[in-house]
């Protein structure tokens, strides 16, 4: 069964240092997430993208993130500059559609900031 | 603030039994209902999902909806030790199907 893979599993990175999360979604799906969950609490919406362009995005989402699609496979978020309380789970998703297709999540990366 | 609501729990069952977990939500607009699993560390995984009022059965599972009262659960019949996990329900922003709203996940745990 097709799967979204992410990579690395786990990420630490120093206060202030660049990181980038990678994403390769199911083949057939057109949308994609991420979304992120601080440990012991709620899976929290960052973005969604469609047709190379941001659909949607959080409060979460300020300058500090940005995602691209750099070529037909991978999708990757992009965290400037991190801070201690981007510490969590980020989950890649992907569906077929828009309208009420379920979200298929990647594996994680734990990003450990310090 | 829409909010999704759920019992943390823990929600403790024999093997064999029945496991009900219950959801509220606040956006009357909802359209879409799902339920993930995920065990601790992982991603969550799709359990079932539904659209309409009245119950959907897949396996062992049964969702039930009733958006007049802002309700869904899920029914584990049989439960099994792996079914111990933490449930998520998720449900879509009224408006804007692409973006989730996250309930905290209630607990379940199934002795042997």
């Known amino acids: 069964e097709p799967e979204v893979t992410q990579t690395p599993s786990h990420q630490v990175t120093q206060m202030g240092q660049e990181v980038i999360l990678r994403c390769v979604p199911i083949?057939?799906?057109?949308?994609f997430y991420w979304y992120r969950q601080i440990l012991g609490q709620k899976v929290e919406f960052l973005v969604s993208f469609y047709n190379n362009e941001i659909s949607e995005k959080s409060e979460i989402f300020d300058d500090q993130f940005s995602v691209e699609r750099p070529d037909g496979s991978n999708f990757t978020l992009k965290i400037r500059s991190t801070k201690l309380e981007d510490s969590a789970m980020y989950f890649c998703a992907s569906s077929v559609s828009a309208a009420d297709s379920p979200l298929h999540f990647g594996n994680g990366t734990r990003l450990t900031v310090t | 603030q829409k909010e999704v609501e759920q019992n943390s729990g823990p929600l403790s069952v024999p093997e064999g039994a029945i496991a009900s977990l219950n959801c509220t939500y606040s956006d009357r607009g909802s359209q879409s209902f799902f339920w993930y699993r995920q065990y601790s560390g992982k991603s969550p995984e799709l359990i079932m999902f539904?659209?309409s009022n009245g119950d959907k059965e897949d396996g062992r599972f049964t969702a039930q909806l009733n958006k007049a009262s802002q309700y869904v659960s899920l029914l584990i019949r049989d439960s099994q030790p792996s079914d111990s996990a933490t449930y998520l329900c998720a449900v879509n922003n009224a408006g804007n199907n692409r973006k989730l709203i996250w309930g905290l996940g209630t607990s379940l745990a199934v002795n042997p």
């Open positions: 083949s057939n799906h057109l949308y």
């Open positions: 539904i659209y």
